[in-house]
């Protein structure tokens, strides 16, 4: 099939209205004197020149003439659940763009400062003081049956032969006003229809599948619904670690382990969540447990609480995407909810474990002792002295330490001029002017952070300094905290603008904590940096420069 029976609209019969939006890939506004079967508001998606350039047509055909398709039922529930394409935009010869239904009322959130926001999956990936001070009190049981929801949905398009593919937390919504909790799907061009992709599949930043693996499949929607429904319970943005969900529900928290393994076969289809999830959401509290207690501070132990949102901040790559609707209400790109990147804290074992902690030390020094015996059996066996197989130095490295250095500086020169264009948006936050704006670029900084150290922790760096690769990670992962916590200070004094409620705002302080960790971790990486970049002559850098 062609999709040569999609529905076609001239854009000169379109009465635009509002503009609703905008992403990376084009632009919505509100259509004025038309409904979507006669009942719901239309919003009119307009790709960008680039991304037209991009456009399979065919593709997009195949998707507005899809749900006409379907039997009646089935019809119903897609447009129902999802803002899927319902028409073809042409302007003469050219597919301009499409139309969709409207974001349903329900579906959007008010937040403190009056604005009206889309309410993206994004806001519930905080701190619980972050989620009720923006959504209101979100309990366990309301987690579990948008679980169940947006299990029962994705599942039913992977029986209609939709994936997903990007299962942004900006593109899914919820909604908490019914007698049972409700999600609703945005940018469904970007998902794929029997193998058929419309653009080219990306996938959010911190979302990505593990060891490269393609996003065009159910296995990979398998692999961030389990995702989703551990960082919910972990109140944050990133991370895997399911403990905080496994105190709620053990058996879900099975499903979400099997689901995040790297092998595609072994991850629980979405029907198998379905049970689980309904004894959960009929059995959980309407009240979050009291934070674990962890130990304090030093080698052994990692915090798992927060003391202000941000939570705590591990090692791991994260990030985000933008894309879909705005409500007229609503200036700036949608959807906008901020992101609360962690910021981890070393913890020490109690005192009381002291003996545990010598009974520790002397296993590892057995294990140091049956490796060095090992490498150095294996060493006496063969001509390469402490060479490996490739001649190289270390054990299983194929770069030289020159090819290394220019990786990385490859990477450390992509993140040019960054800091210039965060720098005035926040100057010009604190003059209250331009506020969404510089909410997007803070926000678009924090992606770009994001997908460096994405970056970073793919690259083999074994011949540099041991100190060198974390050092830029914490940098850039502190330096994407601070940009989140930018756009929490734009969410905050969205309604009532000053300077002293910018800089009196509790996320200010969090991105000037977050900047100040940045910037220690900066000049240490530069440290090190820059007598390796002089030996093979590379690109030196000020601390400034990252």
Known sequence: MTGSGAARIARSDLVLGTALGGGGQGKVWAVEKRLVNRKWPVAYKEY?????????????????????????????????HAAWPAALVTEGSQVRGFLMRQIPDEF????????????????????????????????PRQVFGLLLSFADTLERLHGLGVVAGDLSPKNLLFSLSGPRPSCFLIDCDAMGLRGDWVLKPVQTPGWQLPDGEAPETPEGDRYKFALLAVRLFLHEQHGKDAAALRRMDGAVADLAERGLSRTPTDRPALSDWLDPLRRAFDSAPETWPAAAPTAGPGLFGTATGSTRPGGSRPAGPRGTTVGGQVPPQTSGPFPSGPFNPPRSTPQRAPSSGRAGAVAFWIVLAIIALI????????????????????????????????????????????????????????????NCSDLQENRQVFEDAADARAGLVEKLDALTLDQLADDLAPDLHNAWQSSEEADRAYVRVVDDVSGDCSTSAVTGSSAWQDAVSASADATAAKKDFVAVWNPVAREFGLETFAW???
């Open 48 to 80: 960008k020149p680039d991304s037209q350039g991009q456009l399979r047509i065919d593709a997009l055909e195949r998707m507005v003439a899809f749900l006409p398709e379907q039997p009646l039922a089935v019809g119903q529930w897609l447009a129902e």
């Open 108 to 139: 959007f959130i008010t937040l403190p400062s009056g604005d009206r926001k889309a309410a993206g999956f994004e806001f519930l990936l905080n701190s619980l003081s972050y989620v009720n001070m923006m959504v209101g009190n979100v309990t």
């Open 371 to 430: 490796v060095w015996q090992i490498a150095t059996h294996s060493g006496s066996g063969s001509s390469g002295g402490s060479s490996d197989s490739t001649g190289q130095p270390g054990i299983g490295s194929t770069d030289t330490r020159a090819e290394q250095a220019t990786a990385l500086h490859t990477l450390l020169a992509q993140n040019a001029d960054r800091r210039r264009g965060v720098s005035d948006a926040v100057q010009s936050m604190m």
């Open 544 to 546: 400034s420069d990252l």
